[in-house]
């Protein structure tokens, strides 16, 4: 793949350098996007901020920015020494993702300063800058950072406040997993803090979206509100004491922090701070910002052993399988069963999640005596199917290099790490370092417990998939409390604006409103059959789950055989229509085929997709039945042909959905 990317690289980079005295009074600047619609005006006037404007309406009114160091100094402040202007155009190979080529087209404007400089650039769908040390050597700490989000009108938000609540300090240790209050900026909760991303309805149907991006060796940011019209960043504290605590005794648990948030050395590079503008919702679902932003993989290594694919998991569905001679539950018999469906399905991946190491141990090298990994591992590559192990933070952090060197050679294709809930720089140095040392040797991660994507996915492209989503897992104790189906319809304009999120979807137990409730042995999902199926076309993750348990499946073999065989990666993503809260349909191409999902709400809703873009083909289509409104899993398979004009006539049930597999 090193070859490969270069050979596919192209870029176009204009930089001019003005001199002092080319512009000694000056202290504005105006930065446009390629296509002039968004403008950003950026002041240096002892203080820096910015604003921005979309085809003439502000959608930013003048923003500080800072970072306060603890020797006193401030970047955004002091006099511009000179300013820098360029333009880049490139078409950027993806690895795992869901296109294979990328255009990054944007303009750029750097202010620089003595020892730091402050770099913008303008995409046609966004404004983004970032702070950069510039000073030849030393060390420092970043006390504070100053960010400012201040909105011209009291517009509504989509807010996806930390869970739990509490104390500002409780709420930095969360699972970044929320569902979203839909609210004016002014009814902001004063006490909660909001993880990223956030989505603002601006005028017009203009959406705006706050995300980060190159997040490495530095604290996630929160969101507060200030009560009017104004959001301000916030980032945790650098831990002081840690104890390991928390579930089965796999977290670390912050007894005290530090009075900055982050240890720094000159010359680095801090986190892209991102405000997208999007004049189409539907453009939110196929955002590259995150992905765009982050610091590009080695060139020099060769990335072709990554093995996106899909995962047959054991967790959701409680090892409950039937019609088997042995007693299921984590011991290998039940694991060669659930290897044996992966095998005969074609399915990447099978998952052995918590149970497998000795519990409350923090110890991933003490297996329980159900458990033969070697065996396993060995009928797993004898069937063509790699083993993926679950493992906490703490048990990884204790000895990362021994854990990947020593399952690697076992044979083991990954570990899913779970339970980080946190994003301060220190767990954040974890993250990097989980992921250089599961590409050295050879293994994907899958981080769960996390928070979003934020570059480093790029950066590490065997990061497969992260969590940081409130997925179906939620069903097993809260079906009958939270509004699953909402927020399926809601996460692909918010949350997945960011990237790859790891939802879990696949229930064949399928029901309408109000009927699901909580189960763990038998987990249901809300919504219907073919909501669950077309989810694998709407939701981005190159590792996806199979949830439900391989016999419900071997029971459904249509269902089954059809989200088998579904990509993971993708050739291309078209977003076809949507709107947040209410519904979205998505179309992808791998290769010559096209798969396409649509989800509604609890509304039933009828749809034209207008699929013009891909020509003709032959329609293999799932599509709620006549009585999906009462049983959810009842469904239609049909089998046609692309109508000429690409014009295609939906229905969805209440909570449904429809999907179709198009060939050439």
Not at 5 to 25: D, E, H, I, N, W
Not at 53 to 60: A, H, R
Not at 590 to 618: C, E, M, P
Request: aromatic share 12%; charged share 25%.
């Amino acid at each position: 793949m090193g070859k490969t990317l270069k050979s596919l690289f192209f870029a176009a980079l204009v930089a001019v350098c003005l001199p002092v005295t080319g512009f000694a009074a000056k202290t504005s600047w105006t930065l446009s996007s390629p296509d002039g619609k968004i403008k950003a005006e950026i002041k240096a006037n002892g203080k820096v901020s910015y604003s921005i404007t979309f085809k003439g309406k502000t959608i930013l009114k003048p923003s500080e920015i800072a970072m306060n160091l603890d020797n006193g100094t401030v970047y955004g402040e002091g006099k511009v020494k000179n300013v820098q202007t360029g333009k880049v155009v490139e078409s950027i190979p993806a690895v795992a993702y869901k296109k294979a080529v990328v255009d990054n087209v944007y303009n750029s404007l750097t202010l620089n300063f003595k020892d730091y400089s402050i770099e913008f650039r303008a995409f046609d769908n966004a404004v983004a800058y970032r702070f950069i040390s510039t000073a030849k050597r030393g060390k420092f700490k970043v006390k504070s950072e100053q960010v400012e989000l201040n909105f011209p009108q009291d517009w509504m938000a989509w807010v996806p406040y930390v869970r739990d609540g509490g104390s500002i300090e409780d709420q930095f240790t969360n699972s970044f997993e929320n569902y979203y209050q839909h609210i004016n900026l002014s009814s902001w909760n004063p006490k909660r803090l909001a993880f990223l991303p956030l989505v603002v309805d601006a005028f017009d149907g203009v959406k705006v979206m706050i995300t980060e991006s190159d997040l490495r060796d530095y604290p996630g940011l929160y969101l507060d509100g200030q009560g009017g019209k104004s959001l301000k960043g916030v980032n945790a504290p650098v831990p002081d004491k840690i104890e390991i605590g928390g579930h089965n005794n796999l977290q670390g648990v912050v007894k005290s922090r530090k009075n900055y948030i982050a240890s720094a050395e000159a010359g680095r590079s801090f986190p892209w701070r991102i405000v997208g503008v999007f004049d189409d919702e539907k453009n939110l679902v196929n955002s590259d910002l995150t992905w765009l932003l982050g610091e590009p993989a080695d060139q020099n290594v060769d990335w072709d052993w990554i093995k996106p694919g899909k995962v047959a998991w054991d967790w959701w569905n409680d090892w409950n399988i039937y019609g088997v001679d042995f007693v299921s539950g984590i011991n290998n018999e039940t694991y060669k069963y659930y290897i044996d469906f992966a095998s005969k399905h074609g399915i990447e991946y099978v998952i052995l999640d918590e149970g497998w190491a000795v519990n409350k141990k923090t110890d991933l090298f003490q297996v329980v005596p159900e458990i033969n990994l070697n065996e396993l591992t060995a009928y797993a590559k004898s069937k063509n199917v790699g083993l993926i192990l679950w493992a906490g933070y703490k048990a990884v952090d204790k000895d990362i290099e021994g854990v990947f060197k020593h399952y690697s050679k076992m044979g083991i294709k990954g570990f899913k790490v779970d339970f980080m809930d946190r994003d301060d720089q220190l767990v954040m140095q974890f993250y990097e370092k989980v992921a250089a040392t599961a590409a050295k040797y050879h293994m994907i991660v899958d981080f769960h417990g996390a928070f979003k994507p934020s570059g480093l996915e790029r950066t590490y492209p065997n990061i497969i998939n992260y969590e940081g989503v409130a997925g179906l897992e939620q069903m097993k104790w809260g079906a009958n409390e939270y509004d699953q189906v909402t927020y399926d319809v809601t996460i692909p304009f918010v949350r997945m604006a960011a990237g790859r999120m790891d939802y879990t979807q696949g229930a064949m137990i399928n029901c309408t409103k109000g009927r699901a409730y909580p189960n763990n042995s038998t987990p249901m999902s809300q919504g219907t059959r073919c909501r669950q199926l077309a989810e694998y076309a709407i939701f981005e993750a190159p590792l996806t789950m199979l949830c439900d348990s391989p016999s419900n499946y071997m029971a459904e073999p249509e269902c089954t055989d059809f989200i088998a065989a579904f990509p993971t990666t993708w050739d291309e993503t078209v977003p076809v229509c949507g709107k947040i809260g209410e519904y979205v349909a998505i179309a992808r191409r791998k290769g010559n085929d096209w798969y396409v999902g649509a989800l509604t709400g609890w509304d039933a809703r009828d749809l034209v997709l207008d699929l013009g873009f891909i020509g003709s083909g032959k329609m293999t289509v799932f599509q709620d039945g006549v009585n999906a409104h009462r049983a959810a899993r009842d469904y239609k398979k049909v089998n046609t042909s692309l109508p000429v004009d690409g014009k295609v006539h939906i229905h969805m049930a209440p909570g449904g959905g429809w999907v179709a597999k198009i060939s050439k």
